[in-house]
């Protein structure tokens, strides 16, 4: 059973996600702000946190700043609908998904599946690959370890599997629905910036080529290409 936290400070909402939750076999943990979430992080294994946005005191994008000091864990934002800023910032910082409130308990779980598999998917086949090197980058499937000639880039869980992604297809242009089929473990949809920030992030954390380009180039209209040096 995956063991889900979930935090938000409306406990009507969370007493509802949550009844949904367990009976689709989740093991819930509530908690209400961002100082109990950590407190529970670092006494018991999750396989997902859930945290919203707009909480008083340390509110969600905070809390998963503390959190990424320390963990990799799979996170997912609720974040009040229309509201981008937040959205890209969660992302930034690691979050692998977000959802917009208000939401339908279904949706939630879809999303929280999701990631799920994506990331069991990703450890069973780590088993066959568990070493990839391309040109400076060597990438650690085992250990969940990338470097870039001597020195180690912290990518989070979903930065990881996109860039493994695109250099397994090396100089091969992959579509943003790929990547978001196989990285986030649901379809592309409309308007979704998921990818594209993902990316950034990735890009800004590794090493430019002789030419001064990044290693990660958009495709116009087609997708991304991972270069070779």
């Not at 939630?108 to 391309?134: D, G, K, M, N, Y």
């Not at 308007?191 to 495709?219: A, E, P």
């Amino acid at each position: 059973m995956n063991k889900i936290l979930l935090v938000d400070d409306d406990v009507e909402l969370l007493e509802m996600l949550t009844e949904y939750l367990e009976q689709d076999n989740f093991d819930v943990t509530q908690r209400y702000s961002g100082i109990s979430a950590l407190e529970a992080i670092a006494t018991k294994q999750f396989q997902l946190v859930v945290l919203d946005v707009m909480m008083p005191g340390m509110n969600g994008i905070e809390t998963l700043r503390q959190i990424r000091l320390t963990s990799r864990i799979p996170a997912m934002m609720l974040t009040a609908r229309g509201d981008d800023i937040d959205r890209i910032i969660g992302l930034e910082l690691g979050a692998d998904d977000y959802v917009a409130k208000p939401c339908t308990p279904r949706e939630l779980a879809a999303r929280i599946r999701a990631i799920l598999r994506r990331s069991h998917a990703h450890e069973t086949e780590t088993q066959s690959t568990p070493l990839i090197r391309v040109g400076q980058l060597t990438m650690n499937n085992s250990l969940r370890r990338t470097y870039w000639g001597e020195q180690a880039l912290e990518l989070t869980s979903t930065e990881f599997i996109l860039l493994e992604i695109l250099v397994k297809n090396v100089g091969r242009t992959i579509s943003k629905n790929t990547l978001s089929e196989l990285g986030l473990g649901r379809p592309l949809t409309r308007f979704d910036r998921n990818i594209d920030v993902h990316l950034s992030s990735i890009r800004q954390k590794l090493g430019l080529l002789n030419n001064g380009q990044t290693q990660i180039q958009t495709v116009y209209k087609q997708g991304y290409v991972y270069l070779n040096e």
